[in-house]
């Protein structure tokens, strides 16, 4: 099949979607759809819904109406189905800190199922990030950047369907941001679906597909790749044009 017949087929739709988490709503029937081997950026103001949309596409949260379906299935009732098929990174670190980087991923590993072998093979995805040193730090020690990018290390060493990666470039430096921005064309060519936030407009334009802007809990518009002034639009709504 070719690659843009490919890409017309959609992995992860959210119909409507509201979700309050009990005292605010923080998505407005938020609607949007992902596709195979594409990489989809969210952007737009603080408390926008962002992070809010990811907990949702990972089923990290039951949406209070509206739909989710997984490769054409209805699984509004059991989105903890997508578990199975995601990664999702947020901007604290889950677990333990007073552990090494090697038990972190360790335990992440077990948790996620991860078999010996590929675990075996961590070394490689850690090299490929600029972490492959960390193994004997304890987490506590760890920058930010250093955590973004072991977090990243983590959802890599599953391979899962949809990478969901809130604010992937936060915290690092010029190295760290090629490093990342590598890591997730590697990704997206492997056939995974990739969907990511961003506050600054580098990783958007220079990797997304699409860009959806989300503000009150839902998509208020959309910039594609393939437009005139992609960039030049996406920067506008992230308040960086002139």
Do not use: Y
Request: some cysteine; overall charge positive; hydrophobic content about 40%.
């Amino acid at each position: 099949m070719a690659i843009d017949e490919t890409r017309r087929l959609k992995v992860l739709e959210l119909v409507g979607v509201v979700w309050t988490d009990g005292v605010t709503e923080r998505l407005s029937r938020l609607s949007l759809s992902t596709r195979p081997g594409e990489i989809l950026g969210l952007i737009g103001p603080t408390g926008g819904g962002k992070s809010s949309a990811l907990a949702v596409m990972a089923g990290a949260v039951v949406p209070t109406r509206g739909r989710l379906v997984w490769e054409g299935t209805d699984i509004s009732r059991k989105p903890a189905r997508l578990h199975a098929h995601t990664g999702l990174t947020t901007h604290e670190l889950p677990g333990p800190t007073d552990v090494t980087v090697d038990e972190w991923l360790s335990l992440f590993a077990s948790l996620d199922e991860v078999s010996a072998e590929r675990l075996g093979g961590r070394q490689n995805v850690l090299s490929a990030l600029g972490i492959e040193g960390l193994l004997e730090r304890k987490v506590s020690t760890l920058s930010r950047g250093e955590r973004r990018r072991m977090a990243l290390a983590r959802v890599s060493l599953r391979r899962p369907r949809l990478f969901l990666l809130d604010g992937p470039a936060d915290g690092l430096d010029g190295l760290g941001l090629r490093q990342v921005t590598a890591c997730v064309k590697e990704a997206a060519s492997s056939g995974s679906t990739v969907v990511l936030t961003a506050v600054a407009p580098h990783l958007p334009t220079s990797l997304c597909d699409r860009v959806l802007v989300i503000s009150g809990g839902a998509v208020v518009a959309e910039h594609l790749r393939t437009a005139p002034q992609f960039a030049a639009s996406v920067a506008g709504a992230l308040g960086w044009g002139s």
